[in-house]
């Protein structure tokens, strides 16, 4: 009798979980969606800048990720394969004009902290319970998502991955599938970009332990919503209109 092939369990790595959906494991895929489902979704919102248009592309890079899992190469992370898949879900939808104007998100938020000094910020600010902060927090947010709204597709991708996200440029690199030295250059464009639009709040803050010196929109907070509810069913792909564009294809575009 034949071997039957191993089940994926939640203490399976990620390229063990893909390998076992790929053999026909009919959970593997849905563990592995939900181990990353929180980093995916801030990333689809803040590149989007909207919740539909967020749900849409992340369902429409996982439903490809599910079709196409056997074409993974094992040439990068299976969280980075994921990532580039959705963030070229995003930018497809950004360039076909599907994406609404970005809406302030809401303030009940959960977010995550950012792993590189001098980003904008996703942690809570000094003094978040201060009324003046809150208020302060939320009028930031709208205009620095009112902003990135403005940058071409490109570099707002790169600037959510490097300087909201907190990922290091090696690996934003990798997502958006250009050499480092391109990231490094579409963020800089996008900063240069974002610097009027944003120095007004520079100094806004009043608090003696703010330091808004290394970045116009330090003092606001930049959070992630909570992820939609959707996740892959269990035995079959995501029930969303996809094409296979979205299998992990090198992002094109200019770096303008």
């Not at 967020?54 to 439903?63: F, K, N, V, Y």
């Not at 930049?222 to 996740?231: F, G």
Request: proline share 7%; glycine share 8%.
């Amino acid at each position: 009798m034949a071997d039957e092939p191993s089940v994926a369990t939640d203490r399976s790595g990620d390229a063990e979980l893909l390998a076992a959906h790929v053999a026909g494991d009919g959970d593997a895929f849905a563990t592995l969606f939900l181990r990353h489902r929180d980093r995916l979704w801030a990333v689809a919102l803040r590149t989007c800048g909207d919740r539909e248009d967020a749900a849409d592309a992340l369902q429409d890079g996982l439903t490809s990720a599910f079709r196409r899992a056997e074409s993974f190469r094992g040439d990068a992370a299976v969280s980075t394969w994921l990532h580039r898949i959705v963030v070229n879900a995003c930018l497809d939808r950004m360039r076909r004009g599907k994406v609404r104007l970005a809406e302030p998100l809401p303030d009940h938020l959960d977010g995550y902290a950012a792993r590189n000094d001098g980003t904008f910020t996703t942690r809570q600010p000094p003094g978040a319970d201060d009324p003046v902060d809150a208020v302060l927090s939320r009028e930031h947010r709208a205009t620095v998502l009112a902003a990135l709204e403005r940058l071409p597709p490109e570099q707002k991708a790169a600037l959510v991955l490097v300087d909201m996200e907190g990922y290091p440029v090696q690996e934003a690199a990798a997502i958006l599938g250009c050499a480092p030295g391109t990231v490094k250059s579409r963020c800089s464009r996008g900063r240069s970009r974002l610097v009027p639009a944003l120095e007004h709040l520079v100094g806004s803050r009043t608090r003696p332990d703010a330091d808004p010196s290394r970045n116009p929109a330090t003092g606001s907070s930049v959070q992630a919503d909570e992820p939609p509810v959707r996740q892959p069913a269990r035995h079959s792909p995501p029930q969303a209109k996809t094409s296979d564009e979205h299998s992990g294809k090198e992002v094109g575009g200019s770096d303008a």
